[in-house]
């Protein structure tokens, strides 16, 4: 297996509310490519059942440090 694998962590949609600061629906206003507020760099659900989604933990992360860069390059 690898490595990188080994470190992958689901995290349900409270954790990503949590993590982010966004709304239930923010969350899905930013999935939802016909919103005026869709973001196609937000992390992705994930279908970990029949009736449920996660997101990766390193995706979240991730937006959210391109949140941050973004951030400091307008400054």
């Known amino acids: ?3 990188c694998r080994k470190t992958h962590k689901f995290c349900r949609l409270g954790r990503l509310m949590d993590l982010t600061g966004t709304s239930r629906t923010g969350v899905y206003e930013k999935l939802d490519k ?6 196609a ?5 994930i ?3 029949a009736c449920a ?9 991730r937006w959210m440090q391109e949140r941050i860069d973004e ?4 400054d």
């Open 41 to 45: 760099t937000f992390p992705k659900p």
């Open 71 to 74: 951030s400091i390059k307008g």
């Open 53 to 61: 989604v996660a997101f990766l933990e390193s995706d979240i992360y």
């Open 1 to 3: 297996m690898c490595e």
């Open 47 to 49: 279908k970990i059942g």
């Open 34 to 39: 016909n919103s005026p507020r869709y973001d």
